[in-house]
């Protein structure tokens, strides 16, 4: 970097008692400001007796294991599907737990199984009326008598937690041995209240020197159902989904509150859950809902005893995040002072950022000081290169914070793990000093944005903005074209289906992006089967309004098409409903066109959506793969379409998502100003304090020309993953 | 061959008028014993005074133009759904033949179009009373008004077809300029089966040399609509298709008869049409039952006149063969003498041989004597090799015809077009020569075929045996999944869900075989809700039934499973629905499995299913792609279950079902007798005379082992393409 850089401030490192030496060199070396514990960790006195802000971690449900011992009635709960057991007589016996972890899950024979409880049969998709089956409380099993033979059956029942998830994952995944099982309590009974806000108060004591109180996160974990371990580690994982704040008292008061009772179905939904993939139902938005209201009732009283204290308090955008909601609109009624996410990618960085009614966002980088990753892959052992995974965390990240600040990072873990990595700890120091010159080029200053807005139409909206939904899935569309959404030089939004019929396109919006697979919430699947949604969609792209559709969008198995709005982007997809309608055959647009200017070789969307067709003459392909439609162009009315078949994050097709913006939006000519000749990277330009930074995506050197404003255009070279700070 | 060959009989040659010479050198030299004349051709005095057998081809529909001309109002005619148009206000004018080919169609304003139309929301998916729409004879139109904004509209009308679609593919393909166009007339209105039956009386009269009448075909052909040539030649291709029956007189009859009264909308079907790929609706399948009991009737009239002329009559098994149904029970009461089917394949063949009720079947071989083939490619022109695609064609239907015999074979076409192809007449006087000897080993004598029985599960069961459904779709699996088996030493049937429902699977079974889409008529569709279906199956696979499913078997976004029979095959597959549930991550079998023994490289599988996971531990994977299941089996019960991906006819692929086949039907140990280790090369043992047959599917010589009975082995090679017989 050619600019001075910052060396002080912004930064959290996780401290370890016992290697005090090395803390304190490390927050010297790295600029730290504060120093944090982490689950698993404790700092001793020596360090909290430093100067730097201490920054300690709590998560109240799983805080104090005695009072949950003696309360075992107050543990969180959810509802299981039973794994389905094919009947092979009239009588069919179904051991609940079978298939699920023991150690995670106990069944909850307390809460009458009779009222609370279903059976299905899974073959005819029918409930079992309660007097055909039994339970008995000692084997842990259902049975189902008058089974119709061969049969698939299913228990949706509801279990106890004896094992809190992340404590669980951090104990197995770092050998923890025969450390005490920590278990979660339900803050949903008034007696668990007053335990946790009496036990809050007495650790705020008993914590004179803390200054930043951090909820891990507050009180309900993302769904996560670990299995039978002699057959799989994990059997669902959702980052968004409710499933984890279930539990009778709860549906009673849901019931009171909402003048209507849900079932367990409404939460096992066949097996599939409350997967934020699948689109919500109205019942489980009202769940939600009342859930969220719940969770920033009595967490504000929890961040009251906080200020009162004299601290600050901050929550990790993850874990126990369920029920927080912050893009929702009670998140502002916490009065929480920061929020921390932990990142890989820049989407992440934006979610975090674009948080309203929380002063402080920090970001808490890959990897993590672990012996291996979220994937049990080596990360500080042997065969581990954390540097370079560092490395590359960051550059991705850093793509997101030339658009939007976040005010501080820091690093979770066991410090003590680094002491084999000298490149780590350099790369680290690198990383802090581009941050924080990154930072403060946005402190009373706002980089160059294009005037255009473009909004993602999904059926979750702005409650999931950026489309953060776990670390399991890959090759998602959404995901992808989020993360090349992330870094580029224009206004994003999230908007949900809801959003349109209540208050139409928003005035400010000039492209309106959906992308995914048929059924999805991000497709959006039934939605697409409203009429108002077609009629107010197609005035807007008729009256001069972009469309960019992605994969399967507007894809809904209804009437006569199956993209909903074929009719915008002239083309369909064959599902075989039509194989003997002969498709018009339209040849590849030979000329080059706007949105693939300048990129060269092949596209690669990842795994294409197939069998897509031209609907009319008109339509414009520009690619196809085998007889397939790849990227298609169409004007309807005044507006303009988009259609890709699938997207990837790769910087070939975050430019082609890029210049299909501007040429969708109909303003292609405001598409040059502060962008980058090479694709592999990218720049920021900052009016204010005219200062132009210029990263290196990439693993190699690159040269790149920038195109100033006024046609000026800078031409310049970068190490790999370097920045470069201009003056101009 | 080493065989003593015939060199005479079972041959038809196609004669033409003005070639006198060359039509009797080549009936010599292919030893023709039957001349015939073709679509376009006609034969000479000098031809029809020899001693060959004359063949006269006559297609009644569309015999007399000038009848036609003043019986417009008896042309067929068929419902057409107009292309969708968008509102752009609240009134929409539609021009009903926009986008089709108006040379083959013509408005039916003659019936009433309030009674007989219907007009369509396709966005809302509603009809549109009829109050609210008006037409317009004179501009061809239909206007509806207070239409909603941006809707997409239909109309489905009634339109005369005024140009008979087979002449007109032979007038456009042989460019016949000027030449008037024949119009196809309704044998449905009395006054036309009375022409009819007058005109083919006078016919027989004056064509006394004539000895085989051929119809080309009988009365409806399958459903053909062609496009705006500057947009589409074609847009619709059904060939099981009942559009093409469909007339308001029809409709009052069936309506009579049925007690219940058609829409244009159950043959529209949202601009689906009756497609063959789509499971029929029980209102289809009453309409096709109603028209086919109309043209067994109608056409027995026509027989009986042929035999009344001391003639023979055959059926042409394409064209219009819509309503003769060779596999429904009522074909034997034509008592047609012969049938002739144009094939390419072995499904073909096996398709011809496969009817009951008609005494001598006939293939006519590929390429016809035509300048192009079906796809426009050159055949008989410059750029055409009519002799490597008759071998190659030939090659394949020899597979099909060493497991079921037909009579004889033929040509068809124009023959002044050989002159150029000295190749062509050599490779022909070849086949004639291989045909001849393959047949006589038919004759007295079974090939022998292992005790194994395998039934086609289908929405169509035996009416669409070996499921040939037009000349337009490729990698369909189930079409390649049939070339496979039609050349396989097995029984092979056809079976419905409905024969499930009614009998059970027929004891006589022993593997049951699944293979398509979903939704479509092949994987099933909607019969997979069915519990009874998915009782009898599994019961039967319990007691030790085989099940083999390809592709999507059994797939139905119904209840807990998307395979509904997930559990015999313990795979399922993932379409979005389940995206969080984290899948059991079994590893491949590492043995030599007995369905893969011997079959060497990757298997092709074409565009195989993705994302097809394991459901429980104990299935065993053989082969993934990327992440997703390529070839599973399963136990269940007393019975076996093989999974496959996608399919494709290769040799690697046919071996792999056949041994699959004896997999599952529990008995591997029978797989062996009479089969070939090269799997490019196949034979045919016949026990009565000794006769082992042995033939080179491939165009490279080859080397292959015979597994004989007993153990015992025989070593040979082969030219390409070549036969070997041997004496036992």
Same mark, same amino acid.
């Given at each position: 970097?050619? @600019?001075?850089?910052?060396?002080?401030?912004?930064?959290?490192?996780?401290?370890?008692?016992?290697?005090?030496?090395? !803390?304190?060199?490390?927050?010297?070396?790295?600029?730290?400001?504060?120093?944090?514990?982490?689950?698993?960790?404790?700092?001793?006195?020596?360090?909290?007796?430093?100067?730097?802000?201490?920054?300690?971690?709590?998560?109240?449900?799983?805080?104090?294991?005695?009072?949950?011992?003696?309360?075992?009635?107050?543990?969180?709960?959810?509802?299981?599907?039973?794994?389905?057991?094919?009947?092979?007589?009239?009588?069919?016996?179904?051991?609940?737990?079978?298939?699920?972890?023991?150690?995670?899950? @106990?069944?909850?024979?307390?809460?009458?199984?009779?009222?609370?409880?279903?059976?299905?049969?899974?073959?005819?998709?029918?409930?079992?009326? +309660?007097?055909?089956?039994?339970?008995?409380?000692?084997?842990?099993?259902?049975?189902?008598?008058?089974?119709?033979?061969?049969?698939?059956?299913?228990?949706?029942?509801?279990?106890?937690?004896?094992?809190?998830?992340?404590?669980?994952?951090?104990?197995? !995944?770092?050998?923890?041995?025969?450390?005490?099982?920590?278990?979660?309590?339900?803050?949903?009974?008034?007696?668990?209240?007053?335990?946790?806000?009496?036990?809050?108060?007495?650790?705020?004591?008993?914590?004179?020197?803390?200054?930043?109180?951090?909820?891990?996160?507050?009180?309900?974990?993302?769904?996560?159902?670990?299995?039978?371990?002699?057959?799989?580690?994990?059997?669902?994982?959702?980052?968004?989904?409710?499933?984890?704040?279930?539990?009778?008292?709860?549906?009673?008061?849901?019931?009171?509150?909402?003048?209507? @009772?849900?079932?367990?179905?409404?939460?096992?939904?066949?097996?599939?859950?409350?997967? &934020?993939?699948?689109?919500?139902?109205?019942?489980?938005?009202?769940?939600?809902?009342?859930?969220?209201?719940?969770?920033?009732?009595?967490?504000?009283?929890?961040?009251?005893?906080?200020?009162?204290?004299?601290?600050?308090?901050?929550?990790?955008?993850?874990?126990?995040?369920?029920?927080? @909601?912050?893009?929702?609109?009670?998140?502002?009624?916490?009065?929480?002072?920061?929020?921390?996410?932990?990142?890989?990618?820049?989407?992440?960085?934006?979610?975090?950022?674009?948080?309203?009614?929380?002063?402080?966002?920090?970001?808490?980088?890959?990897?993590?000081?672990?012996?291996?990753?979220?994937?049990?892959?080596? !990360?500080?052992?042997?065969?581990?290169?954390?540097?370079?995974?560092?490395?590359?965390?960051?550059?991705?990240?850093?793509?997101?914070?030339?658009?939007?600040?976040?005010?501080?990072?820091?690093?979770?873990?066991?410090?003590?793990?680094?002491?084999?990595?000298?490149?780590?700890?350099?790369?680290?120091?690198?990383?802090?000093?581009?941050?924080?010159?990154?930072?403060?080029?946005?402190?009373?200053?706002?980089?160059?944005?294009?005037?255009?807005?473009?909004?993602?139409?999904?059926?979750?909206?702005?409650?999931?903005? $950026?489309?953060?939904?776990?670390?399991?899935?890959?090759?998602?569309?959404?995901?992808?074209?989020?993360?090349?959404?992330?870094?580029?030089?224009?206004?994003?939004?999230?908007?949900?289906?809801?959003?349109?019929?209540?208050?139409?396109?928003?005035?400010?919006?000039?492209?309106?992006?959906?992308?995914?697979?048929?059924? &999805?919430? $991000?497709?959006?699947?039934?939605?697409? +089967?409203?009429?108002?949604?077609?009629?107010?969609?197609?005035?807007?792209?008729?009256?001069?309004?972009?469309?960019?559709?992605?994969?399967?969008?507007?894809?809904?198995?209804?009437?006569?098409?199956?993209?909903?709005? &074929?009719?915008?982007?002239?083309?369909?997809?064959?599902?075989?409903?039509?194989?003997?309608?002969?498709?018009?055959?339209?040849?590849?647009?030979?000329?080059?066109?706007?949105?693939?200017?300048?990129?060269?070789?092949?596209?690669?969307?990842?795994?294409?959506?197939?069998?897509?067709?031209?609907?009319?003459?008109? !339509?414009?392909?520009?690619?196809?793969?085998?007889?397939?439609? +790849?990227?298609?162009?169409?004007?309807?009315?005044?507006?303009?379409?988009?259609?890709?078949?699938?997207?990837?994050?790769?910087?070939?097709?975050?430019?082609?998502?890029?210049?299909?913006?501007?040429?969708?939006?109909?303003?292609?000519?405001?598409?040059?100003?502060?962008?980058?000749?090479?694709?592999?990277?990218?720049?920021?330009?900052?009016?204010?304090?005219?200062?132009?930074?210029?990263?290196?995506?990439?693993?190699?050197?690159?040269?790149?020309?920038?195109?100033?404003?006024?046609?000026?255009?800078?031409?310049?070279?970068?190490?790999?993953?370097?920045?470069?700070?201009?003056?101009?």
């Amino acid at each position: 970097m050619s @600019e001075k850089e910052s060396n002080k401030g912004s930064f959290t490192l996780p401290g370890e008692a016992g290697y005090e030496k090395l !803390t304190l060199k490390l927050a010297e070396k790295w600029g730290a400001d504060a120093i944090r514990d982490s689950d698993g960790t404790v700092l001793s006195d020596k360090i909290v007796s430093t100067d730097y802000d201490i920054y300690s971690t709590i998560c109240l449900v799983r805080a104090d294991n005695t009072w949950a011992k003696a309360n075992r009635d107050k543990l969180q709960q959810n509802y299981l599907m039973s794994f389905p057991v094919t009947a092979k007589s009239d009588k069919v016996e179904i051991d609940l737990l079978s298939g699920f972890f023991r150690e995670q899950f @106990e069944v909850n024979f307390n809460d009458d199984p009779k009222k609370w409880w279903q059976v299905f049969d899974r073959t005819a998709d029918e409930e079992v009326p +309660k007097n055909q089956w039994t339970f008995d409380s000692v084997k842990g099993t259902v049975t189902i008598n008058k089974a119709d033979k061969w049969h698939k059956y299913t228990v949706n029942f509801l279990a106890y937690r004896i094992w809190e998830a992340i404590s669980m994952y951090n104990h197995i !995944t770092n050998n923890w041995g025969d450390r005490e099982h920590q278990m979660p309590v339900d803050p949903i009974y008034t007696e668990t209240q007053k335990f946790m806000l009496d036990y809050l108060q007495k650790w705020l004591d008993e914590h004179p020197k803390t200054k930043i109180v951090r909820f891990t996160s507050l009180f309900y974990n993302f769904a996560w159902f670990w299995g039978d371990p002699s057959i799989q580690r994990f059997t669902y994982a959702d980052w968004g989904s409710y499933e984890m704040t279930v539990s009778p008292r709860a549906m009673r008061l849901f019931a009171e509150a909402r003048g209507y @009772e849900m079932t367990s179905e409404d939460f096992v939904n066949k097996g599939q859950y409350c997967s &934020s993939h699948n689109v919500p139902s109205k019942r489980l938005l009202d769940w939600m809902d009342f859930m969220n209201e719940f969770v920033v009732s009595f967490g504000r009283k929890c961040i009251d005893l906080i200020h009162a204290a004299g601290k600050v308090a901050y929550m990790f955008y993850d874990d126990h995040w369920v029920g927080t @909601e912050p893009y929702g609109e009670r998140f502002k009624n916490f009065e929480f002072d920061g929020l921390i996410k932990c990142v890989f990618n820049a989407f992440e960085a934006r979610l975090c950022s674009g948080v309203k009614g929380v002063k402080t966002k920090e970001l808490r980088l890959h990897p993590y000081l672990f012996p291996t990753g979220l994937k049990g892959e080596p !990360t500080f052992m042997r065969g581990g290169n954390p540097a370079l995974d560092a490395m590359r965390f960051w550059a991705n990240i850093r793509r997101g914070l030339l658009r939007a600040p976040v005010d501080r990072i820091g690093l979770g873990g066991y410090l003590h793990l680094v002491q084999d990595f000298p490149d780590f700890v350099e790369t680290i120091e690198q990383i802090t000093r581009e941050f924080r010159t990154i930072k403060q080029f946005h402190t009373g200053s706002k980089p160059y944005t294009a005037p255009l807005k473009a909004a993602v139409l999904t059926a979750w909206g702005r409650l999931r903005s $950026w489309v953060y939904v776990g670390h399991f899935i890959h090759g998602m569309e959404l995901y992808e074209l989020t993360e090349s959404l992330a870094g580029l030089p224009i206004e994003v939004s999230f908007i949900s289906f809801d959003d349109i019929l209540d208050k139409g396109i928003p005035d400010d919006v000039h492209v309106l992006l959906n992308a995914g697979r048929i059924g &999805s919430a $991000w497709s959006g699947g039934e939605h697409w +089967k409203n009429e108002k949604i077609i009629d107010n969609i197609t005035q807007w792209v008729a009256g001069g309004g972009g469309f960019i559709g992605i994969g399967e969008p507007s894809a809904c198995q209804f009437s006569s098409q199956y993209f909903q709005l &074929s009719h915008l982007m002239g083309v369909d997809r064959e599902i075989g409903m039509t194989l003997n309608k002969v498709k018009i055959d339209v040849p590849v647009f030979k000329d080059e066109h706007f949105i693939l200017n300048g990129i060269e070789g092949d596209m690669d969307f990842g795994r294409d959506i197939d069998k897509v067709y031209a609907l009319d003459k008109n !339509t414009t392909i520009l690619s196809r793969n085998e007889e397939s439609v +790849k990227i298609a162009v169409n004007n309807f009315g005044k507006g303009k379409s988009v259609y890709l078949s699938g997207f990837k994050f790769t910087p070939e097709n975050t430019r082609l998502l890029h210049r299909s913006l501007f040429w969708a939006a109909g303003n292609p000519g405001d598409y040059g100003t502060w962008t980058c000749s090479n694709i592999r990277t990218d720049c920021a330009f900052y009016p204010n304090t005219k200062k132009l930074v210029i990263i290196n995506n990439s693993e190699k050197e690159e040269k790149t020309k920038i195109f100033g404003a006024g046609g000026k255009t800078i031409e310049t070279s970068l190490e790999p993953y370097a920045v470069k700070i201009l003056d101009l």
